[in-house]
């Protein structure tokens, strides 16, 4: 269905350790995702995005898994820093250019 | 930085009014789109454009419009507003729509 931002998921780890943030998408017609990170007062900043032929993807410090049987996407940061502490959305594209957000997970790191 | 530009950032206006927001894509890209984003509703999809025409629409009220010029930048214009409008509108850019998006940093709208 179409986001809904009520209250933020929250998670809360320690500086250095691995952060995994999930997400369920609604769309099994979907064939592309993003993740994005959005710093307070500021847009959505691309991180990474993944296709549908594809299951998983690796960038610099983060990895995007895609499970198409369950419409799940999980991103996975290494070695958290405090300077990834922000609000992470996935986003799938349901074509034109439409990109349906997911509410976001509040991601805070501790030093 | 996006590369993307919005202007203003800021707009404090009153119910009934009308306003304009612009957004200037990032260089090379032909597919503007506008988000709104607000407490209750979250990120949610208002209209895409590509090189001047209309791709594809979101739940869009019918007073607000939007157009993209033969510069490519796009404007969105906000009628008859009412209190629950205030929000941050984004835009971003792609080169074409199956793309990753680039967002602006957004107008944020408040409604006395």
């Known amino acids: 269905g179409e986001s809904v931002g009520l209250h933020l998921p929250t998670l809360s780890v320690q500086e250095g350790d691995n952060s995994i943030i999930n997400c369920a998408y609604s769309?099994?017609?979907?064939?592309?995702f993003i993740w994005y990170k959005q710093e307070s007062g500021k847009g959505p900043q691309f991180i990474i995005d993944?296709?549908?032929?594809?299951d998983k993807r690796q960038g610099q410090r983060v990895t995007v898994l895609l499970n198409k049987t369950v419409k799940h996407l999980s991103l996975q940061i290494a070695a958290t820093q405090p300077g990834d502490s922000a609000v992470y959305f996935c986003?799938?594209?349901?074509?034109?250019?439409?990109?349906?957000f997911g509410q976001g997970t509040e991601l805070s790191v501790k030093p | 930085d996006s590369g993307v530009t919005q202007t203003p950032k800021h707009l404090i206006t009153a119910t009934g009014q009308r306003v304009t927001l612009r957004c200037s894509p990032r260089?090379?890209?032909?597919?503007v789109y506008w988000y709104q984003q607000s407490l209750d509703q979250g990120l949610q999809f208002l209209i895409h454009?590509?090189?001047?025409?209309?791709?594809a629409k979101g739940n869009i009220l019918e007073r607000f419009s939007a157009q993209q010029f033969p510069d490519l930048h796009s404007e969105l214009n906000l009628s008859s507003l009412e209190l629950g409008d205030s929000a941050l509108y984004f835009c971003?850019?792609?080169?074409?729509?199956?793309?990753?998006?680039?967002f602006g940093d957004g107008t944020r709208l408040s409604i006395l």
């Open positions: 986003a799938e594209n349901m074509g034109g250019g439409k990109l349906i």
């Open positions: 769309n099994s017609a979907s064939d592309y």
């Open positions: 993944i296709r549908s032929n594809m």
């Open positions: 971003a850019s792609s080169r074409v729509a199956n793309q990753p998006q680039h």
């Open positions: 454009y590509y090189n001047g025409e209309e791709r």
């Open positions: 260089s090379g890209d032909l597919s």
